[in-house]
């Protein structure tokens, strides 16, 4: 009788035990979220912050905080930041260097950076400016893709290094951080389209430039596998809620906002989503 209770005393204190019980530590306790508009949730409310940044309290980096119940969170996304803004101010907004916020004990950082180095706002006022006049065909397309050289995937993979750069230099001022590079969501659709008023692109142009989105993730994903960080996929989940799409549908918003968010950015359905792949490449259910 004695053996049994013994017994029935040490599976009970083994159970309190058992990794992923529902009161297990949190694996993450410091956190640390980069990056520009696009991460920062530019027009969703509630506004936090210096209102310069247009920064959310529910953009992606907080909703992933609260669901994974981080002790010390800190958000210095803002719009319009770039990769050399990591390392010195933003006079524009008049925000100190990003990197100022890393820690040698910052166990984890998520980076939403790249779009606003590329280039590409130029390349899409000019296949807007193009459509307005030219509404069905690939004009655009046909124009940066004269003599055989696709001039605007050049621009965008001509940022590989700065992005190199900058993870190296997050490893630096936090080495015991696990760092995820979150990509960009798919705000185009990838098939011929009309889209106006929400977007004044040629209808044949739509894969083009859906693609160059694409081909942005794929200079993020490389550049995450050669410099010891983890790349996050949140274009392929939203695929089909592009901004071209119903109410009901879309994650992100055109000239004509219908959910609360900045033109062209993801919405809050679109920062519930990139929350939710963040969390999945974490492994915590």
């Not at 049994?4 to 058992?18: D, H, K, P, W």
């Not at 001039?151 to 490893?171: F, K, N």
């Not at 044949?204 to 430039?209: Q, R, V």
Request: aromatic letters at 8%; a negative charge; one cysteine or more.
């Amino acid at each position: 009788m004695r053996c049994i209770s013994v017994l029935v005393t040490f599976v009970a204190v083994m159970g309190l035990v058992v990794p992923g019980s529902a009161d297990a530590v949190p694996a993450h306790t410091s956190y640390v979220a980069l990056g520009d508009s696009y991460a920062s949730g530019a027009g969703i409310p509630p506004a936090v912050g210096d209102p310069r940044c247009t920064r959310s309290g529910d953009d992606y980096p907080s909703l992933t905080a609260r669901a994974l119940g981080v002790a010390n969170f800190t958000d210095v996304t803002c719009t319009s930041a770039q990769l050399v803004n990591m390392a010195a101010p933003q006079p524009a907004t008049g925000q100190p260097a990003q990197f100022d916020a890393l820690k040698p004990d910052t166990d984890l950082v998520t980076v939403g950076m790249g779009l606003n180095d590329s280039n590409l706002f130029p390349v899409l006022s000019l296949c807007t400016a193009i459509g307005v006049f030219f509404p069905d065909g690939a004009p655009c397309t046909v124009l940066l893709n004269l003599f055989g050289f696709d001039y605007a995937a050049g621009l965008v993979t001509s940022e590989a290094p700065g992005i190199g750069a900058m993870l190296q230099g997050i490893h630096q001022r936090s080495p015991r951080a696990k760092v995820l590079v979150v990509g960009l969501p798919s705000f185009l659709p990838e098939v011929p389209t009309q889209c106006r008023p929400q977007a004044i692109f040629s209808t044949g142009d739509m894969p083009y430039l859906s693609g160059l989105i694409r081909t942005m993730n794929e200079v993020l994903r490389d550049q995450a596998q050669r410099n010891g960080a983890s790349y996050v996929d949140v274009y392929s989940s939203s695929v089909g809620h592009d901004m071209c799409q119903p109410d009901d549908r879309k994650w992100a918003e055109g000239l004509f906002p219908t959910h609360p968010a900045a033109v062209s950015h993801p919405n809050l359905f679109g920062m519930e989503n990139e929350s939710a792949q963040v969390v999945a490449a974490l492994g915590v259910s």
